[in-house]
């Protein structure tokens, strides 16, 4: 059974920072290629940052600088490192795994940044 569950979501003041987790299984985790996404109250879910199976990273324009993806294939979890955390970053955050043909999500975890 393919789980990916979120942590690390809450509530930060702007400027502060966040590690999220995801830990995935019942896929070949080494293989996916990972991403972040987020979806903020009553707007589509935007993509954020990915991760391929050899380490390069990729981000979304409103983060680049400020956001860090990584992951640990021998731990089969994937981070989300939020530093200088703008109240427009508030949404939930999703994990999402995608390898071969097959795509899974996470059911997200709640980011809210506010003073």
């Known amino acids: 059974q393919v789980q990916l569950v979120e942590s690390g979501g809450g509530l930060v003041q702007p400027g502060g920072s966040l590690k999220l987790s995801c830990a995935a299984s019942g896929f070949t985790f080494s293989s996916a290629a990972m991403s972040w996404f987020r979806q903020a109250p009553g707007k589509q879910r935007e993509w954020v940052a990915r991760i391929v199976s050899g380490g390069n990273t990729i981000y979304a324009d409103s983060v680049k600088g400020r956001f860090t993806i990584s992951r640990d294939n021998a731990n089969n979890t994937v981070y989300l490192q939020m530093n200088s955390l703008k109240p427009e970053d508030t949404a939930v955050y999703y994990c999402?795994?995608?390898?071969?043909?097959?795509?899974?999500w996470g059911q997200g975890t709640q980011v809210t940044v506010s003073s």
């Open positions: 999402y795994g995608s390898v071969r043909l097959s795509a899974y």
